[in-house]
C-alpha cells in the first residue's frame, strides 16, 4: 500500500488552507464531501473509491480522520491514504504542535488480539497486563538502538510486559529481508534469544545497509554472527517467505509505514517510552 504522502507527490490537490463551517451531527458526512472534492480537483484524477477507514480522538477536541482512496492519475491505479484533522468547527491536513509533534504520528488504529500471538512473543509473559507490539527492520540503525534496550525492559519486568515482535524490513535496506527471513528460520531450529542477536549483531561491519544488494553476503555476515549455516535455499522456503508475508500485512493493518514502531496496549507510542512508567 502507498504512504500518506502520496496525495503531495501525485500534487492531486492543492494546499489545504484551514476552512470553517458550523460543526452538526453529521460532520463525517461533510468531511468525507470535503475530502471528495480535494482529490477530484485535479482533472487527471478518476476517484474509484474512497472510504473513511477509522477516526481517532486526539487532544484539544481535535479527531483525526485516515481515508482510504483508490484512483486512477495518467492510467495508473493508484491506493494511497490521507488525513483530515478536525475540531469539529474547522478542517485542516496538516496538525502540528508548536515543538514540532506532527499528530499524524498518532493515526494508527488500535490494534486487536490478533496481534498478540504467542509465536509472536519474544520476551514477556503473555498473561501480562500490558502488551507492548514493535514492528522493526534489522537494519535500520534507529531499531538497533532501541530493539535491545526494549527486550532488555521487557525481560527485566516480565510479570507486567509483554513484547511481540514483527518483521518489517524497508525497501531502503536492500537486503534487511534476508536477514528477516534468516531470523525466522533460526527461530523454527529453536535458537534462543533471536530477535536480540539480530539487534545486536552490528551487521553494518560486514556490508553497507543501505548500499549493498548482495543477499549471500548478507546471509554469510547473519550466519557468522549466529554461528548456523544457513543457504539462500532455506531461507526462500515458502513457509518463510509466508510468514515474513504475514508481517509485513499486520503491519499495513496497522497503518505502519516506518521503524521502529511501537504500540503500547494496542495504541501507537510515537515516543516509544510510555511501557517504562510500568518498569519498577
Given at each position: 500500500m502507498m504512504r500518506l504522502s502520496m496525495l503531495k507527490s501525485l500534487t492531486i490537490v492543492s494546499l489545504l488552507s484551514i476552512h470553517s463551517y458550523a460543526a452538526s451531527s453529521d460532520l463525517e458526512k461533510k468531511l468525507f464531501f470535503y475530502e471528495k472534492q480535494r482529490i477530484t480537483a485535479n482533472p487527471q484524477v478518476q476517484l474509484k473509491d474512497l472510504k473513511l477507514t477509522f477516526s481517532k480522538k486526539l487532544e484539544?477536541?481535535?479527531?483525526?480522520?485516515?481515508?482510504?482512496?483508490?484512483?486512477?492519475?495518467?492510467?495508473?491505479?493508484?491506493t494511497t491514504n490521507d488525513v483530515l484533522f478536525s475540531n469539529g468547527s474547522?478542517?485542516?491536513?496538516?496538525?502540528?504542535?508548536?515543538?514540532?509533534?506532527?499528530?499524524?504520528?498518532?493515526?494508527?488504529?488500535?490494534?486487536?488480539?490478533e496481534y498478540y500471538n504467542k509465536n509472536k512473543l519474544i520476551a514477556g509473559n503473555p498473561n501480562a497486563k500490558n502488551k507492548l507490539v514493535v514492528f522493526s527492520d534489522p537494519l535500520c540503525p534507529n531499531c538497533t538502538s532501541t530493539l535491545p534496550e526494549l527486550i532488555d525492559d521487557v525481560k527485566k519486568n516480565s510479570s507486567s510486559l509483554a513484547l511481540y515482535y514483527y518483521s518489517f524490513p524497508l525497501e531502503m535496506h536492500p537486503t534487511a529481508k534476508t536477514l528477516a527471513k534468516a531470523s525466522i528460520l533460526a527461530e523454527q531450529k529453536g535458537i534462543k534469544d533471536v530477535a536480540y542477536k539480530l539487534y545486536t549483531g552490528n551487521f553494518d561491519k560486514f556490508?553497507?545497509?543501505?548500499?549493498?544488494?548482495d543477499n549471500q553476503k548478507t546471509l554469510d555476515a547473519f550466519n557468522k554472527v549466529f554461528k548456523t549455516s544457513f543457504t539462500m535455499g532455506e531461507i526462500n522456503h515458502p513457509t518463510i517467505e509466508k510468514i515474513l508475508a504475514d508481517d509485513m500485512?499486520?503491519?499495513?493493518?496497522?497503518?505502519?509505514?516506518?521503524?521502529?514502531?511501537?504500540?503500547?496496549?494496542?495504541e501507537i507510542d510515537?515516543?516509544?517510552?510510555?511501557?517504562?512508567?510500568k518498569i519498577k
Amino acid at each position: 500500500m502507498m504512504r500518506l504522502s502520496m496525495l503531495k507527490s501525485l500534487t492531486i490537490v492543492s494546499l489545504l488552507s484551514i476552512h470553517s463551517y458550523a460543526a452538526s451531527s453529521d460532520l463525517e458526512k461533510k468531511l468525507f464531501f470535503y475530502e471528495k472534492q480535494r482529490i477530484t480537483a485535479n482533472p487527471q484524477v478518476q476517484l474509484k473509491d474512497l472510504k473513511l477507514t477509522f477516526s481517532k480522538k486526539l487532544e484539544n477536541n481535535w479527531t483525526g480522520y485516515l481515508y482510504t482512496i483508490s484512483l486512477n492519475f495518467k492510467g495508473k491505479n493508484i491506493t494511497t491514504n490521507d488525513v483530515l484533522f478536525s475540531n469539529g468547527s474547522e478542517v485542516t491536513s496538516e496538525l502540528k504542535k508548536v515543538s514540532g509533534f506532527d499528530y499524524k504520528r498518532m493515526m494508527h488504529p488500535t490494534l486487536g488480539n490478533e496481534y498478540y500471538n504467542k509465536n509472536k512473543l519474544i520476551a514477556g509473559n503473555p498473561n501480562a497486563k500490558n502488551k507492548l507490539v514493535v514492528f522493526s527492520d534489522p537494519l535500520c540503525p534507529n531499531c538497533t538502538s532501541t530493539l535491545p534496550e526494549l527486550i532488555d525492559d521487557v525481560k527485566k519486568n516480565s510479570s507486567s510486559l509483554a513484547l511481540y515482535y514483527y518483521s518489517f524490513p524497508l525497501e531502503m535496506h536492500p537486503t534487511a529481508k534476508t536477514l528477516a527471513k534468516a531470523s525466522i528460520l533460526a527461530e523454527q531450529k529453536g535458537i534462543k534469544d533471536v530477535a536480540y542477536k539480530l539487534y545486536t549483531g552490528n551487521f553494518d561491519k560486514f556490508f553497507d545497509p543501505y548500499e549493498s544488494k548482495d543477499n549471500q553476503k548478507t546471509l554469510d555476515a547473519f550466519n557468522k554472527v549466529f554461528k548456523t549455516s544457513f543457504t539462500m535455499g532455506e531461507i526462500n522456503h515458502p513457509t518463510i517467505e509466508k510468514i515474513l508475508a504475514d508481517d509485513m500485512k499486520m503491519a499495513d493493518k496497522a497503518f505502519v509505514n516506518g521503524t521502529p514502531t511501537l504500540f503500547y496496549n494496542g495504541e501507537i507510542d510515537p515516543t516509544r517510552t510510555g511501557y517504562k512508567r510500568k518498569i519498577k
